[in-house]
């Protein structure tokens, strides 16, 4: 089963080529709720003292004004990302006054949709999209689902690395064709295997009962405010957790077999109507947009999934365009919990583990994903959340 693994591992270390993985870039994103001291949902608007939301690369809000995320720079060193991690939470601890920063996944008190308060970035025609699509995220799919927080491990191969690995592999490709490839080759091992992720590193047992807003629900009851599942790992990754639970339905998948394959499953979803999604209105009784399009996918970002291949896009790009343009640049894997056992919630530990499990991915054979193997690989999934 390994046999190529241990093939390529064996040409790394005899021509040591290992050495330029030192090059590695890494960078996280951690989503943290802004919480009252009354346990609830912080109300406030998202402090001046950080900044715009818009505009600052470091400490923004995801989909709520509540929401904080924190953005560190992709390093080579992950000490120095934790060590940025560690300031900006720092920082941000200076000016919350009375609130807190919730230290777990699923979130604090929830009330009904209209106690979540969308995020907002001002009056630009780039801050007024961003404000929309999150509209259309709450109308969609419910706002208590979106104040899911989770920390993103973003990756990318030293640069020195490529030239010699594409010439052990024999390929005649164009670089970036050569580097695309084996991204997606490493992601779509990050999903077959992707099941571990919640397995060593799931923090998200347990959830308060107000998330389900009185829904009916197979979970048991561990107290008189709170719901569990025994052996659940992660219900954020579960399927009471933000994700397109309907995507079956509209008989979408994303395509990560092959570069174009992804770009136009996406833009197909993109273009796609949804007779659901127009039932609920391009723009509500004001008048006002309360969704970017009634289609299957607003944007890319839409599409839920527990990694993607990313590019940074430049000004005004869309990210689908960016990889078509550019290829590749770095893997975002998405399938992490707030870890609440550690202050930034993720530890150096998890930190060293992601970069081998990733370079395991890389390296370990990665054949294209049948539709049978898709459902086999979402099944894993839930089974272990």
């Known amino acids: 089963m390994y046999k190529i693994l241990e093939k390529r591992?064996?040409?790394l270390l005899t021509t040591r080529h290992h050495k330029t993985l030192k090059g590695n870039q890494i960078g996280l994103e951690k989503e943290s709720l802004r919480v009252s001291k009354e346990g609830g949902i912080a109300s406030t608007p998202h402090p001046a003292q950080f900044g715009s939301a818009l505009t600052n690369p470091f400490i923004t809000t995801d989909?709520?004004?509540a929401l904080i995320e924190f953005i560190t720079p992709a390093s080579s060193d992950l000490r120095n990302g934790l060590q940025f991690l560690y300031d900006a939470q720092k920082f941000v601890y200076e000016h919350l006054?009375?609130?807190q920063l919730w230290a777990t996944s699923m979130p604090c008190i929830v009330?009904?949709?209209s106690s979540i308060p969308v995020a907002q970035y001002g009056?630009?025609?780039?801050g007024k999209m961003k404000t929309v699509y999150r509209k259309g995220l709450g109308l969609r799919y419910g706002r208590a689902m979106q104040v899911i927080a989770g920390v993103h491990f973003n990756f990318s191969v030293s640069p020195d690395f490529w030239p010699e690995y594409q010439i052990s592999e024999q390929s005649n490709d164009n670089l970036q064709d050569f580097i695309s490839c084996q991204y997606l080759g490493m992601i779509r091992n990050l999903q077959r295997y992707g099941w571990l992720i919640p397995y060593l590193f799931g923090a998200s047992p347990a959830v308060c009962k107000s998330f389900l807003q009185g829904a009916s629900t197979q979970l048991e009851v561990f107290d008189e405010s709170t719901y569990y599942n025994p052996y659940a790992t992660s219900l954020r990754m579960g399927d009471i957790g933000y994700q397109n639970n309907k995507e079956k339905d509209r008989g979408f998948k994303a395509n990560y077999n092959s570069l174009p394959g992804y770009i136009n499953s996406l833009s197909n979803a993109i273009d796609l109507p949804s007779p659901d999604f127009d039932l609920l209105g391009l723009k509500d009784s004001n008048g006002d947009y309360?969704?970017?399009n009634t289609n299957v996918l607003q944007i890319e970002n839409e599409y839920y999934s527990t990694v993607r291949p990313k590019r940074v896009p430049l000004v005004n790009e869309k990210p689908t365009l960016a990889l078509k343009r550019r290829g590749i640049q770095y893997v975002e894997l998405r399938s992490l919990d707030v870890n609440a056992f550690h202050p930034l919630?993720?530890?150096e530990t998890q930190l060293r583990f992601l970069e081998a499990f990733m370079l395991?991915?890389?390296y370990q054979e990665s054949p294209p994903i049948s539709p049978e193997e898709h459902l086999e690989i979402d099944d894993n999934a839930l089974l272990v959340a």
């Open 290 to 292: 309360q969704q970017l």
């Open 123 to 126: 009056d630009s025609n780039a």
């Open 111 to 113: 009330g009904d949709d």
């Open 97 to 99: 006054k009375s609130e």
């Open 9 to 11: 591992l064996q040409q």
């Open 63 to 65: 989909y709520s004004e």
């Open 345 to 347: 919630g993720i530890s």
């Open 360 to 362: 395991f991915c890389l």
